[in-house]
Structure formats: C-alpha cells, structure tokens
C-alpha cells in the first residue's frame, strides 16, 4: 500500500511538472510569415481523407528546415501512410506537436529537441505527393477539453485538436 501511494505521488507530481513548463511556441518552418499559410484552414470541412483539416498548413520550398516549435521529446520520427514523413513531439502541457510531409527527417524517435533543433525539412510525402510543398502541423492536447465539443461533423475531437494557428 505504501509503495503504491508513492508511486501515485511520482505520477501526479511528473503530471504537475508538464503542466508548469512553458509553451511559448514558435513558426516551425524556418522563413515562414502568416501569408505562407491559410489562417482559416483549422477546421475545415471538407478535407479528403481525414474529412476535416485538423491542423494549419505552411507551405515553402522543398527542403526549407522545418524546426521544433517548443521544447520536448520526439515520440516517432519515421514514415505513415497518409502523413508521409512524420515527426511527433511530446511538448509542455503534455501535448503532441505533428509534424507531416516532410522530404526528410533530421532527427529520431527519443531524442529531445528545443526550438533550435532541426527536425527534418519540407515536402510533399505521404497524401500531400502532388500537391505543393507544405509542412501540416498539429497540436492535439493528452487531456481533453470536453467544452470545446460541438454538434459539427467530428467535433467530438474539438476537444482534443488545438488550432495551432493562435500559438503562431
């Protein structure tokens, strides 16, 4: 009994830690201004496959270094179907920083990066292949703010989708 009441104490004390580290994002495609990218595009329905965009899409050349945009430690770093090239960081606040159709990635699973780190660079891997050159990235928050659900088609997951377009 004791050792498990010091191991709920470990986890929450480690829950509170995430929490207090500050965020402070920045652009992750290095060059890039708010004309490189849609500011209504969060949320938009329809969106192929996904059927509705749950992130922001910075478009640049191929090949423009795509940075991390806080602090964290890489979770995967490789390849998926529809997102190609991915990077996936777990950041302060215990939320996932997606990183998608990159050309190439820069960095692995389980290194710990800052907002200096190289994390691969843009492209056009996985469903984007034929589209222009663009990095999609999104936020998606490990506790659910249930008040942001809503009627909309997969509004459900308004409560764990964050519009990264506010941070930038």
Avoid: C
């Avoid at 940075?67 to 990077?87: C, Q, R």
């Avoid at 820069?106 to 469903?127: C, D, E, H, I, R």
């Amino acid at each position: 009994m004791r050792k498990r009441k010091k191991v709920l104490l470990v986890i929450l004390t480690l829950l509170i830690i995430g929490f207090l580290i500050p965020q402070q994002l920045k652009m992750p495609v290095q060059g890039a201004t708010t004309s490189d990218y849609n500011p209504k595009s969060f949320w938009f329905y329809p969106w192929g496959k996904s059927v509705t965009h749950k992130g922001v899409d910075i478009f640049a050349a191929t090949g423009t270094d795509i940075n991390a945009s806080t602090i964290g430690l890489v979770l995967y770093a490789g390849e998926i179907p529809m997102g190609g090239k991915i990077v996936l960081v777990l950041g302060p606040k215990w939320r996932l920083h997606y990183y998608a159709h990159l050309n190439t990635l820069k960095t692995s699973s389980l290194a710990f990066v800052n907002k200096k780190s190289t994390l691969g660079t843009v492209g056009t891997s996985g469903n984007a292949a034929g589209k222009s050159p663009h990095l999609h990235y999104s936020i998606v928050t490990m506790v659910p703010y249930v008040w942001r659900m809503d009627s909309e088609k997969q509004g459900w997951k308004k409560m764990f989708y964050l519009n990264p377009i506010a941070y930038l």
